[in-house]
């Protein structure tokens, strides 16, 4: 008989395999990925000449990536933006959302009164209720004027901004993905009361239209944003004349949101228990191995 034969060591061999590869397992374990999201949504922001700014203030919603989606919604009355004089009715509506799997959305802007929105984190935005539209005075008009009880001067309407409703809504994923969308349904600028422009009902990033010696409308602006996110503004009035400077109506940011992955692939927690584990590998099967791969004729005793 051949004496110098190992006698079964693959088994050996395989045992203490597995349980250093157990242990390397546990050494390389760190938090999982996630993706993390974030939003903000803004119904109405008016710039004053000589006085400070008023808005609706802003939603936001963030995800760390589990969990349910987080909505942050509000509809402020208009009584929040003062004495600005310029949107005579509507309602403000502003909505951000953050779902868990990286992808997050936003939908701002004035709707009838009594109106709501809802956006899912696909960015549409959809609109429910509602009645009278929304109007933003650009120019006042004049009013009636009655003597001995009678109309002298009957009242003249001005210029003024009408809509069903104006939106923004963005949407952003960590792939990353970002898109806008602007809503103008039904809009257009009438004076004494008849339309002398109507604007588009989607209109491109970057619309810009005049209303002669009123206003300049800017539609759909998207303003540089860093990689991975998109800001949105759906309507911005700048007058020519008067108090306000510039009233934005819809303004959204999406984004960046970011799959987040371990720094180390050795995190700190985990490498003494990995080193306690190899060592314990190491006694155990440091003899099995020894005597696996030692030939018979070598072994003492």
Same mark, same amino acid.
């Given at each position: 008989?051949?004496?110098?034969?190992?006698?079964?060591?693959?088994?050996?061999?395989?045992? =203490?395999?597995?349980?250093?590869?157990?242990?390397?397992?546990? =050494?390389?374990?760190?938090?999982?990925?996630?993706?993390?999201?974030?939003?903000?949504?803004?119904?109405?922001?008016?710039?004053?000449?000589?006085?400070?700014?008023?808005?609706?203030?802003?939603?936001?919603?963030?995800?760390?990536?589990?969990?349910?989606?987080?909505?942050?919604?509000?509809?402020?009355?208009?009584?929040?933006?003062?004495?600005?004089?310029?949107?005579?009715?509507?309602?403000?509506?502003?909505?951000?959302?953050?779902?868990?799997?990286?992808?997050?959305?936003?939908?701002?802007?004035?709707?009838?009164?009594?109106?709501?929105?809802?956006?899912?984190?696909?960015?549409?935005?959809?609109?429910?209720?509602?009645?009278?539209?929304?109007?933003?005075?650009?120019?006042?008009?004049?009013?009636?004027?009655?003597?001995?009880?009678?109309?002298?001067?009957?009242?003249?309407?001005?210029?003024?901004?009408?809509?069903?409703?104006?939106?923004?809504?963005?949407?952003?994923?960590?792939?990353?993905?970002?898109?806008?969308?602007?809503?103008?349904?039904?809009?257009?600028?009438?004076?004494?009361?008849?339309?002398?422009?109507?604007?588009?009902?989607?209109?491109?990033?970057?619309?810009?239209?005049?209303?002669?010696?009123?206003?300049?409308?800017?539609?759909?602006?998207?303003?540089?944003?860093?990689?991975?996110?998109?800001?949105?503004? !759906?309507?911005?009035?700048?007058?020519?004349?008067?108090?306000? =400077?510039?009233?934005?109506?819809?303004?959204?940011?999406?984004?960046?949101?970011?799959?987040?992955?371990?720094?180390?692939?050795?995190?700190?927690? !985990?490498?003494?228990?990995?080193?306690?584990?190899?060592?314990?590998?190491?006694?155990?099967?440091?003899?099995?191995?020894?005597?696996?791969?030692?030939?018979?004729?070598?072994?003492?005793?």
């Amino acid at each position: 008989m051949d004496h110098t034969t190992p006698r079964r060591p693959w088994a050996a061999l395989l045992t =203490a395999g597995g349980a250093g590869a157990a242990a390397l397992v546990l =050494a390389t374990a760190g938090p999982a990925a996630a993706d993390t999201s974030t939003a903000t949504a803004n119904a109405v922001t008016v710039g004053a000449l000589g006085v400070s700014t008023v808005h609706s203030g802003t939603v936001s919603a963030s995800n760390p990536g589990s969990g349910d989606p987080v909505t942050s919604a509000q509809a402020p009355a208009l009584s929040v933006l003062g004495g600005q004089g310029g949107i005579t009715a509507g309602a403000l509506v502003q909505t951000a959302v953050a779902g868990a799997d990286g992808t997050s959305a936003a939908c701002a802007g004035l709707v009838g009164s009594g109106g709501r929105i809802s956006v899912g984190t696909d960015g549409v935005c959809t609109t429910s209720g509602g009645s009278g539209g929304v109007q933003v005075v650009l120019v006042p008009g004049t009013p009636e004027v009655r003597a001995f009880g009678k109309v002298v001067t009957p009242a003249v309407e001005g210029t003024i901004l009408r809509a069903d409703a104006v939106l923004v809504s963005c949407r952003a994923s960590s792939a990353p993905t970002t898109g806008s969308t602007v809503t103008l349904a039904n809009a257009r600028v009438t004076t004494a009361g008849s339309t002398v422009l109507s604007l588009a009902a989607t209109p491109a990033p970057g619309t810009e239209v005049s209303v002669p010696g009123v206003a300049t409308l800017a539609l759909h602006s998207v303003p540089p944003a860093p990689a991975g996110s998109t800001q949105a503004t !759906a309507l911005t009035i700048k007058l020519l004349n008067g108090a306000v =400077a510039a009233v934005n109506v819809g303004t959204v940011t999406c984004g960046a949101n970011a799959r987040t992955v371990p720094a180390d692939a050795l995190p700190g927690p !985990a490498l003494p228990l990995a080193a306690a584990a190899l060592a314990a590998v190491g006694l155990r099967f440091r003899r099995p191995v020894l005597d696996a791969l030692t030939p018979r004729s070598t072994r003492r005793g």
